[in-house]
DNA sequence: GTAATTGTTCTAGC
DNA sequence: CGCTAGAACAATTA
């Protein structure tokens, strides 16, 4: 469920937390999506101290100067901080630095990937992709616009939760066919959703390393009715996945 | 026991 | 071949 505001603010959190610390020891407690040999990913780690951390598309990236870990949180995927002899339940992978602290990946769908120095990807985050190439984009695109903004191969960050949220920000119903939709008011609400959301869960969250973050959902969400100005959620599916929506968002074909 | 959940990847069809 | 829609799969809990 972390989609880009949640990682972003993962990656702040850890930064804070963590950086400059030494990695003395890897834990990796499932192994099977991971791209290397758990030794190879301990060699590569250990002794090593901790640059930074930041967002790229819906993954995260520990910088450890000349060796990278990746990490794909998936559907389920959370992150807590630990003490050293602490294994929590449906740990994936636990990265221990000296003194005691550390933080672990927890899946209980064992779907979390971790992936030892990823291979660099050209598709624009959608935080900083230009509006030219937005607008290009949607005008050939004949697809429904909310796969469009789904579709990592295009534009990364955005998933299922935060679609909805921009959609219905920008007043355009989620069915609407990408290049009839008025672009640069799309392309505004993903900045003005996207940059609100890190803000608001940067703020709520504070500097505390606790599994899934709280979030701010006004439409994407099973548990409203109706949205904070009264307007009825309906939901539908688009290519499978749950849909929340308005009356309100216009429709453009 | 089964429904529900969603990111990614694969495949069929136009 | 390029693009799109939809299915399959992953794994676990409520």
Known sequence: MAELPDLTVFAQILSRRFKGKIVERVEVTVGKKLNVSVKELQTALEGRDLNGVRRVGKTLQFDFGDQVLGLHLMLRGELVAVEDNEVPRFQVL?????????????????MATPTLNPEQNDVPDALDMEESYFTSLLAKKRTVIKTVLMDQHVMRGIGNSYADEILYHAGVSPFSIAKAVPAEKLFKSIQTVLEKAIKDISRANGDELMGELKDFMLVHSSKLKVTEKGELIRTDKIGGRMTYYTDMQELFL
């Open 94 to 110: 636990a990265i221990h630095f000296k003194g005691g602290e550390g933080f672990a990946v927890l899946d209980m769908q064992k």
